[in-house]
């Protein structure tokens, strides 16, 4: 009687676990975006937001909570301390969130998180004036060759995408130039359209709106990119070199694997739903899909890449 009675307890816990693991989520999900609210981070989340709430079903409720400060690292550090339950999840940008363990002191490292998703790739881009002979990336070396430092490069700041692009593309194309770094994109495009820097370089998504003023040298990715489709990559033009601002997901770590496997399926299917990426062009934000243990893959390549350059040419 005692061991039926044992059995018979044990079938209704496992019943009620499983009930209860099937019922995630049961309260509002809380996304922390770490940059204010409507730059291209915000955007996204917003963006993505509907879908999620979509594709985990049950009646999910996906809120975004905006926590700006030190480069995304207030917010990033807000999610690696978090209750892994995964009620918070945040936005995660790279290479900067990794690039950022290694210039200053942060509250997390790569172990400090359940990867999800990576959605966006941004990819870099060099753009010059539009009266500038330089058109081309043969021409853009050919004159760097000629002269080395001489070629002023415009970006938004050091130890990000952009600097570790021109990085790449030293070592590509056996040339040398000269970086100017200003207090964001928008001021460094304005110095490029006035011929006060040489070239500029950044991501995509920031250049389209104005190319009536800038020529637009190469983009960043192994194919064309849907939103410029005109415009040839630099692997096309004799220059393996693919970057761009990635832009995803995290959970803190130790996230449970059913509640885990449970969101990476819900940014899985919202990446195959057409309204989606419609919905995600149209904000500006490049589709490219790195779920789970391959998004991990991605952050690890990633920071190894920063550590190179930190660890050979530190920009502090």
Known sequence: MKLKTLILSACLV?????AAMAEYPEKKIEIIVGYSAGGGTDVMARTVAPFLERYLGNGATVVVKNMPGASGQIGVTEVA??????????TYNLPGMMARTLDRKAGYSADSF??????VDDPNVIVTAKDSPITTVDKLVEAARKEPGAITVGMSSLGGD???????????SQ??????PFKGSAPARTAVMGGHVSMGIFNLSEVLGFRDDLNIVGVARPERSDLAPNVPTFTEQGFKVVSGSMRGFVAPANLPKDVETKLVNAFKKAYQDPEFSKAMLASGNPVSLAAGDDFKVLNQEQFEFARHVWETTPWK
Request: aromatic share 16%; charged share 15%.
């Open 81 to 90: 301390n978090a209750k892994p339950d995964g009620y918070t999840i945040g």
């Open 14 to 18: 496992a019943g009620f676990t499983s």
């Open 162 to 172: 952009d600097h570790f692009f021109l990085i790449r593309l030293q070592n590509e």
């Open 114 to 119: 359940t990867y999800l998703a990576n959605v």
């Open 175 to 180: 040339a040398e130039y000269t970086i100017v």
